[in-house]
C-alpha cells in the first residue's frame, strides 16, 4: 500500500504591502482554478508565523510562495529547498515570525514535512499599497506555473511506505 503524501500549497505575504502580497496572491488563484492541484490543499498563510503550525500538521510536502529578498532584480523568481531552506533571509520579512522559524519549530517538535519548496519573486517595494509592481505583477504567472509544476513532480513520484523504508538499501 502506497503511503498518502499531503500536499500543502502555503502562500505568504501581507495584502496591504504591496510586493509582499505576491505569496498570498499567486496560493489564492491556485485555489480558484485548482486543474491538477485537486490532490492538494492551499493555505493562506498570510503573516501568522507559528499560527500556521496546526494547519501544517501532518503535511508530507510543503511548497510556500512568498515575496523573497535576497537582493537581485526585482521580479526575479528564486527556488530554496533542501539545504539551501537554512540561506532564507530572515531579516528582510513583514510577517510576525519569518519561515525559516517555522520549519524550525516544525523540525523541533518532529513534524517537519519530507520535502520543502520555497517559490519567492524578489519584491521591489515592500510599503502601504494593494498592488503590485510592475516587475513583480509579470512574474506572478510564472510562480504560479512553477507552482503547478513542482506539485505535479510531487504527486508523479511513488512514495515508498514507512514500513518498506527500511528493507530499501542504497
Same mark, same amino acid.
Request: proline share 4%; aromatic share 2%.
Given at each position: 500500500?502506497?503511503?498518502?503524501?499531503?500536499?500543502?500549497?502555503?502562500?505568504?505575504?501581507?495584502?496591504?504591502?504591496?510586493? &509582499?502580497?505576491?505569496?498570498?496572491?499567486?496560493?489564492?488563484?491556485?485555489?480558484?482554478?485548482?486543474? *491538477?492541484?485537486?490532490?492538494?490543499?492551499?493555505?493562506?498563510? *498570510?503573516?501568522?508565523?507559528? &499560527?500556521?503550525?496546526?494547519?501544517?500538521?501532518?503535511?508530507?510536502?510543503?511548497?510556500?510562495?512568498?515575496?523573497? &529578498?535576497?537582493?537581485?532584480?526585482?521580479?526575479?523568481?528564486?527556488? !530554496?529547498?533542501?539545504?539551501?531552506? $537554512?540561506?532564507? =533571509? *530572515?531579516?528582510? *520579512?513583514?510577517?510576525?515570525?519569518? !519561515?525559516? &522559524?517555522?520549519?524550525?519549530?516544525?523540525?523541533?517538535? $518532529?513534524? @517537519?514535512?519530507?520535502?520543502?519548496?520555497?517559490?519567492?519573486?524578489?519584491?521591489?517595494?515592500?510599503?502601504?499599497?494593494? @498592488?503590485?509592481?510592475?516587475?513583480?505583477?509579470?512574474?506572478?504567472?510564472?510562480?504560479? @506555473?512553477?507552482?503547478?509544476?513542482?506539485?505535479?513532480?510531487?504527486?508523479?513520484?511513488?512514495?515508498? =511506505?514507512?514500513?518498506?523504508?527500511?528493507?530499501?538499501?542504497?
Amino acid at each position: 500500500m502506497e503511503a498518502r503524501k499531503r500536499i500543502c500549497v502555503l502562500g505568504l505575504g501581507n495584502l496591504m504591502r504591496t510586493d &509582499d502580497a505576491v505569496g498570498m496572491m499567486a496560493v489564492s488563484a491556485l485555489a480558484e482554478d485548482p486543474g *491538477s492541484m485537486d490532490e492538494v490543499f492551499c493555505v493562506e498563510g *498570510s503573516t501568522l508565523g507559528l &499560527d500556521l503550525m496546526h494547519a501544517l500538521h501532518g503535511v508530507t510536502h510543503l511548497l510556500a510562495l512568498d515575496a523573497v &529578498d535576497v537582493g537581485t532584480a526585482p521580479g526575479e523568481m528564486v527556488r !530554496f529547498e533542501k539545504d539551501e531552506l $537554512g540561506d532564507i =533571509p *530572515s531579516g528582510k *520579512s513583514v510577517h510576525l515570525l519569518g !519561515f525559516a &522559524d517555522l520549519i524550525g519549530v516544525l523540525r523541533l517538535m $518532529g513534524d @517537519e514535512p519530507e520535502e520543502i519548496v520555497l517559490l519567492g519573486i524578489q519584491p521591489k517595494l515592500i510599503g502601504w499599497g494593494t @498592488e503590485l509592481t510592475d516587475e513583480v505583477h509579470k512574474t506572478l504567472p510564472v510562480l504560479i @506555473e512553477e507552482s503547478r509544476k513542482q506539485v505535479e513532480n510531487w504527486l508523479a513520484v511513488k512514495q515508498v =511506505p514507512a514500513d518498506e523504508r527500511a528493507d530499501v538499501m542504497v
